[in-house]
């Protein structure tokens, strides 16, 4: 077991306490050959995007995050290319799914691009 102190100037004296006795008791939410997996998509998906081949990058984007939820970065390139792209209805879904997440960055981009008018 150990312990971790934190002092910071706003906030005083937060501990962090630790007790595993164990490496096999680390358990990851998510299988980490996904999110080797999930970071080759995104790799992937950012040399489509400076070749300007965005459909690939939208793509790769996708299968990076159903790889990864937990990868904001691809949820938020996915949705911004597809409203490049003009297709408004993938990228506001995307992002109110965001805001169900409390993302508030994607609450601000679903109400800057009327994503109110998309059922």
Do not use: M
């Amino acid at each position: 077991c150990y312990k971790l102190k934190v002092n910071n100037n706003n906030l005083t004296n937060i501990s962090i306490g630790y007790n595993i006795t164990e490496y096999d008791e680390i358990v990851l939410p998510i299988d980490t050959q996904k999110i080797i997996d999930a970071e080759n998509h995104y790799t992937l998906a950012l040399k489509c995007f400076e070749k300007q081949d965005y459909n690939c990058s939208a793509e790769n984007f996708k299968k990076s995050f159903l790889e990864n939820k937990y990868n904001l970065d691809a949820h938020y390139n996915y949705a911004s290319i597809n409203f490049y792209l003009g297709k408004k209805d993938l990228a506001c879904n995307k992002w109110k799914e965001l805001v169900e997440w409390g993302q508030k960055e994607a609450e601000k981009l679903y109400t800057r691009n009327n994503c109110e008018s998309i059922k």
